[in-house]
């Protein structure tokens, strides 16, 4: 008996190990499919909740930061759409007026065509409760998805004022936070982290 569990264990670890070599962890959190670094931003137009449209050609000439999110499906202990959002408004609070930062939150609906109320009301709410300034456009029809090849959400990227991808991040690393921050701080041209900025808590409720 002990030695049949000796050699279940063994090719468990093995398994475990050539998986490992195979399918590294770190693969799953590169960037676009369909995108690289150094690469013009694609072009596309976009609208918002209200039908506003926006279009990449108002990214002209200021750096950007395109982030793809969407609200999950399903009851989730950590919403990490919810926290890269959150800290990319708190960066965007800071430096949009300053730096002429303009960040888009793309959100990727569950269905390919459509928004569902479910969606909508809880964008809304989210909009509300944690005063949401960025603008929120929707991609319908999974255009951009497609066309930026988006691995999983949240997936972020960052451009600069001639249009160049200069950073990419899918998914959300445990150094999420200050892989962001460098960046977008880099490419604003700011050498030294804000006393000002403070990380935004996403289980902190709106004070009414």
């Not at 409760?129 to 972020?156: E, M, W």
Request: hydrophobic share 45%.
């Amino acid at each position: 008996m002990k030695l049949i569990k000796f050699a279940c264990g063994l090719l468990l670890v093995t398994t475990f190990t050539l998986s490992a070599l195979i399918y590294p962890v770190s693969s799953l959190a590169t960037d676009f499919r369909r995108i690289e670094i150094d690469q013009p931003l694609p072009s596309f137009t976009i609208k918002d909740l209200k039908n506003k449209s926006y279009s990449s050609a108002d990214l002209a000439g200021h750096n950007t930061l395109l982030l793809f999110w969407k609200v999950p499906e399903v009851q989730m202990n950590r919403d990490y759409s919810l926290e890269e959002l959150l800290m990319v408004q708190n960066m965007y609070t800071w430096y949009a007026e300053e730096k002429g930062f303009i960040v888009y939150a793309v959100y990727i609906p569950w269905n390919d065509d459509m928004l569902t109320n479910s969606e909508t009301d809880a964008i809304l709410a989210l909009k509300a409760k944690y005063d949401l300034t960025i603008p929120i456009l929707v991609d319908r029809n999974l255009t951009l998805f497609n066309q930026f090849g988006v691995k999983a959400t949240p997936c972020t990227l960052l451009a600069n004022q001639a249009g160049e991808i200069v950073f990419n991040m899918s998914s959300y690393p445990w150094s999420a936070e200050k892989k962001l921050k460098k960046a977008i701080e880099e490419l604003l041209g700011v050498k030294t982290a804000r006393a000002k900025y403070a990380k935004v808590n996403p289980e902190k409720e709106k004070t009414v």
